[in-house]
């Protein structure tokens, strides 16, 4: 795909001019001078041997006689402009014709030249038209070249989004529903790693914002005193340091995509001036007093729990409740093993072309070793394990022990790979527990063979959550 917009921009044709007049020194005159200036010339002194010409071969620019003998100049003119309405046409008139002039460039004719013409006359106007054709060449080359990017782009985006878990699916099915309401604002929660800015790219890349800015913003690595001038943008002079007139992130997604990454650690003051610029769609600038309007759509996201926050106050329940229009949970990797295998396949044909590496086979008791595994990390973690361990193995084959995960596993006589960590297994069997009795404490710690209070102290501990979706 690179390589189709790298040839375009070496390929510069030769501009191809037909000449049709009845005179035949005129033509000869123009071919020859032509010729010797770089273009490609083909020249007729009677109109269907021209037309003919004009049919097979890619003309771009028609010099053409409006004073044929036996055909209207005019008529023709039309006919071409139909037929090629990419050709540029200069028409020849005669002396005292204006009005047949006028008719042509209200027909298209790009310019005309009046015989009896001097040589500089012509040269400005073939100089003129060149340049505008190449002009159009361009816009037209950068215009493939543009699509090709996006195109390029989205497929890019198709394909890095990985897996066949029913629930990663669901997550897909929203994510497209989303790029489909392109003025609904979406909140993304999931654990750290599980690929929320990745769906946030996939919503802005399939909606119809997609040709303006996607603007992932995480305030956190913002310092609080500039938060208000990134965000609304800042007059000149209006504070120290603001030394020029600056657009802020609201202004810069007009018709684009506004990413919110990390809304936990966004200051309480700044919510309430985000609050507004959501509900009225415009924004003041810091120094200034007009107001802007911007269309952007906001997709934010977080790994903590958005009750939570809010019952914390450390979140406006009122900008919650803007934010969330559309809510996509992203559930954790451990509880969606089938993605695993897929993923990790993804990641080691990725990385063998970026490594360049031979093809690399994975053993499959790697998978079932992941399978048991918590990856707290989620897919970032998978992703950067399979890339450590595609850079030490030495041989073709990915095994087990190029997989130092930090659980202690052992595989058994079966094949099966069992976790040895007391803690692991804790939160694993009560993760089981409560899902096998629909999130029913008081059945699971019976199961458990525990008590309700200790099973609820235990899930404390470990930040286990009832979910009923889970
Ligand atoms: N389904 C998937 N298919 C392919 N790659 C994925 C998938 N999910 C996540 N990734 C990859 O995992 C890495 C982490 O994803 P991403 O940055 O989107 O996660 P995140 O949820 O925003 O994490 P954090 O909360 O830490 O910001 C990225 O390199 C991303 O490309
Ligand atoms: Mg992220």
Do not use: W
């Amino acid at each position: 795909m690179i390589d189709k917009v790298m040839n375009m921009e070496i390929i510069s044709k030769k501009i191809k001019v037909l000449t049709i007049d009845d005179e035949q020194n005129f033509t000869e005159e123009i071919h020859e001078y032509l010729q010797k200036t770089g273009f490609e010339s083909y020249t007729a002194n009677t109109v269907r041997p021209g037309l003919a010409i004009l049919k097979k071969n890619e003309i771009d620019l028609l010099i053409l006689d409006i004073r044929l003998p036996g055909a209207n100049g005019l008529d023709i003119l039309k006919q071409v402009k139909e037929e090629h309405p990419k050709l540029e046409v200069i028409i020849v008139s005669a002396h005292g014709d204006m009005e047949s002039v006028i008719q042509a460039m209200r027909l298209g004719a790009l310019d005309y030249l009046r015989k009896p013409f001097r040589h500089v006359d012509f040269q400005i106007a073939i100089e003129r038209t060149q340049k505008f054709i190449l002009l159009n060449q361009k816009l037209q080359m950068m215009e493939e070249k543009n699509s090709l990017i996006s195109q390029n782009l989205s497929e890019k985006i198709d394909r890095n989004f990985v897996g066949e878990s029913q629930k990663i699916r669901q997550v897909l099915d929203l994510a497209i529903t989303a790029s489909e309401f392109s003025d609904t604002n979406v909140l993304i929660t999931g654990e750290s790693g599980t690929g929320k800015e990745n769906v946030a790219r996939i919503i802005h890349y399939a909606s119809n914002r997609k040709d303006n800015v996607f603007c992932g913003v995480n305030s956190s690595a913002i310092s609080e005193s500039l938060l208000e001038s990134e965000f609304f943008g800042h007059k000149k002079g209006s504070f120290t340091g603001a030394i020029s007139d600056k657009q802020g992130f609201f202004e810069i997604t007009d018709k684009g995509t506004l990413f919110l990454d990390e809304i936990a650690d966004m200051p309480i003051n700044l919510q309430a001036k985000i609050l507004r610029a959501i509900e009225e769609k415009k924004i003041t600038r810091v120094g200034e007093t007009h107001q802007i309007s911007s269309n952007f759509r906001i997709i934010a996201a977080t790994n903590h729990d958005v009750d939570q926050l809010v019952q914390e106050k450390k979140f406006r329940l009122d900008l919650m409740h803007r934010l969330n229009t559309l809510h996509i949970h992203i559930p954790p990797l451990r509880e969606r093993n089938e993605d695993i295998e897929p993923l990790m396949q993804y990641f080691v044909n990725d990385f063998s072309v970026k490594l360049n590496k031979p093809e690399m086979k994975l053993d499959k008791k790697i998978i079932v070793a992941l399978k048991q595994y918590d990856f707290p990390g989620n897919v970032r973690e998978l992703k950067n394990m399979t890339e450590r361990a595609m850079i030490l193995c030495k041989g073709d084959i990915l095994n087990v022990e190029d997989f130092p995960l930090k659980t202690k596993s052992v595989v058994m006589e079966s094949g099966e790979v069992e976790v040895l960590n007391l803690q692991e297994n804790e939160v694993r069997l009560i993760r089981l527990a409560l899902r096998n009795f629909m999130f029913n404490q008081k059945k699971a710690s019976d199961a458990l063979g525990i008590t309700r209070d200790s099973l609820i102290r235990r899930m404390k501990k470990f930040n286990i959550k009832i979910r009923k979706d889970d």
